[in-house]
């Protein structure tokens, strides 16, 4: 198939992306702090879903809710737009930190990316052994399978800092204990999260305001597709490897297409072409500010960007919510 034209793509298709992420994560926010993850869930999904079908795109999603079986709306293989315009495939999170948004703590962001047809990793739904840094370092100057020890004298060389100067993200999980120990034996500060490490990798492009140099750690794959989407964009590398340590995970991977069981994956093995991001906040966060309500009005904080150009917008926004929204009581 020939490539889709890139500036019919990004004409028909930026602001509406702003569009489909704010209408998630306000209808997240509105079940923010009630301490109901599946709730809160289920209304990004319905609101997100309902706003891609109104998009001039026959789309595809490639990494969604989970398998068909599994999830009844935007599930992996669901079509959704009008009909109309171009073929995508789609990466997405109605609510990326469920339990973060359930406990109104920081970082819950509604997040999507767009590339044209087959431009994104099938991932299954295992976790994924991830390393991402963000932009204005050589090409694999670091590689996943460094010693931390390695990866952290590399990383200060660059930045010509001392290794205490540098902080990593890291999920706080107990698999990650000896990694822990490890980078915190090298002098550098962790910044531990309970959830949400599509935020976590997207902090790494901006660590003067953030805080974050590093990511290191397993998270799910579906997570890592979606972050290299995003450092496509937002500059930065990562690099990823499914974790396929039994014979029912090997062979859900090759029929989802995965041949190279060891395979350690760049930014552009996971999402090619022409990308588009958006990602907006549910809960404050270090780059984008969560959902806020006044008197019947919403505010929302968005990024939305893309990788032909580069070009990053932060686009604030007032929505009247009972015109759009309906509130849980």
Known sequence: ????????????????????????????AMMRGR?????????????????????SIRGRVV??????DEAPMLFIGEEVGNGDGPEVDIALDPLEGTTICAKNLPNSLAVIAITHRNGLLNAPDVYMDKLAIGPGFPEDFIELDMPPAEIVRRIAKEKDVRPHELTACILDRPRHQKLIEAVRDTGVAIRLIGDGDVAGIIHTTDPETTGIDFYIGSGGAPEGVLAAAALRCMGGQI??????????????????????PRRIYSKLDMASGDVLFAATGVTDGNLLQGVSFRRGVAMTHTIVTRSHTGTQRWVRAKHIVEDKFEFID
């Open 63 to 68: 990494i969604g809710e989970g398998e068909r």
């Open 239 to 260: 690099w990823g490897r499914l974790t396929l340590d039994t014979d029912e995970k090997r062979a859900r991977a090759e029929r989802m297409g995965i041949s190279e």
């Open 35 to 55: 301490g109901d993850e599946k709730a809160a869930d289920q209304a990004a999904v319905d609101a997100m879903r309902n706003e891609l079908n109104r998009l």
């Open 1 to 28: 198939m020939a490539d889709i034209d890139l500036s019919a793509m990004d004409r028909v298709l930026t602001l509406e992306l702003v569009r489909v992420t704010e209408r998630a994560a306000v209808a997240a």
